[in-house]
């Protein structure tokens, strides 16, 4: 008689078991985002992750990597590369929201210029520009279009034909949004004149 062995589990590492118990709740998340600061090894899995939509927790990995970034932004530079290019690939807009704010974190510190600083290549700030305006343009919320307008407001301080292009979508879709979409656009708007 033939006997079947059961194949074995797939091991979730330990960081997939920690974003399996993550929730919206902002407690929750800071609490996963302690764990990886204190365990600075799950840093590179948690950048694989969140930009691997096919994995279920990719949305919570993002929300982890925001609140990471705001304590150790540098941790980001090894991996600026792959964080980059891979902007493109996040459809989701709950994966989108937390990385347009790392984004706005990284570009922000890139043009500070002091020992603290990321520093990105051209190659970087070009797929950062990119997925800005593809963020401010196609159907995200507006949590994500402010941080891409503020992400492109500084950007066009350095890309002389950006603030022109941001002014024209501003203007286009000022109408259309929100009260704080609309504050922010002023503000950026006054900014730029």
């Given at each position: 008689?033939?006997?079947?062995?059961?194949?074995?589990?797939?091991?979730?590492?330990?960081?997939?078991?920690?974003?399996?118990?993550?929730?919206?709740?902002?407690?929750?998340?800071?609490?996963?985002?302690?764990?990886?600061?204190?365990?600075p090894?799950?840093?590179?899995?948690?950048?694989s992750?969140?930009?691997?939509p096919?994995?279920?927790?990719?949305?919570?990995?993002?929300?982890?990597?925001?609140?990471?970034?705001?304590?150790?932004?540098?941790?980001?530079?090894?991996?600026?590369?792959?964080?980059?290019?891979n902007?493109?690939?996040?459809?989701?807009?709950?994966?989108?929201?937390?990385?347009?704010?790392?984004?706005?974190?990284?570009?922000?510190?890139?043009?500070?210029?002091n020992?603290?600083?990321?520093?990105?290549?051209?190659?970087?700030?070009?797929?950062?520009?990119?997925?800005?305006?593809?963020?401010?343009?196609?159907?995200?919320?507006?949590?994500t279009?402010?941080?891409?307008?503020?992400?492109?407001?500084?950007?066009?301080?350095?890309?002389?034909?950006i603030?022109?292009?941001?002014?024209?979508?501003?203007?286009?879709?000022?109408?259309?949004?929100?009260?704080a979409y609309?504050?922010?656009?002023?503000?950026?708007?006054?900014?730029?004149?």
């Amino acid at each position: 008689m033939l006997e079947i062995t059961p194949k074995p589990k797939k091991m979730l590492s330990l960081l997939q078991e920690k974003l399996d118990y993550v929730s919206a709740y902002r407690e929750n998340r800071l609490k996963c985002a302690q764990d990886i600061l204190e365990n600075p090894s799950l840093f590179e899995e948690l950048i694989s992750i969140s930009f691997s939509p096919e994995n279920k927790n990719n949305h919570k990995a993002c929300w982890i990597l925001e609140f990471v970034s705001y304590e150790e932004l540098l941790w980001l530079q090894p991996h600026l590369d792959f964080f980059c290019s891979n902007l493109k690939i996040l459809k989701d807009e709950s994966s989108i929201r937390p990385i347009a704010k790392v984004v706005q974190l990284l570009v922000k510190s890139h043009y500070k210029k002091n020992e603290n600083s990321i520093a990105l290549s051209e190659q970087n700030l070009q797929d950062c520009i990119e997925a800005s305006f593809d963020w401010l343009i196609t159907d995200t919320k507006v949590a994500t279009k402010a941080y891409s307008i503020r992400t492109l407001f500084i950007l066009g301080n350095y890309y002389d034909w950006i603030h022109p292009e941001l002014k024209v979508i501003i203007d286009k879709d000022y109408a259309d949004h929100s009260a704080a979409y609309k504050a922010v656009a002023k503000e950026v708007l006054k900014k730029i004149k």
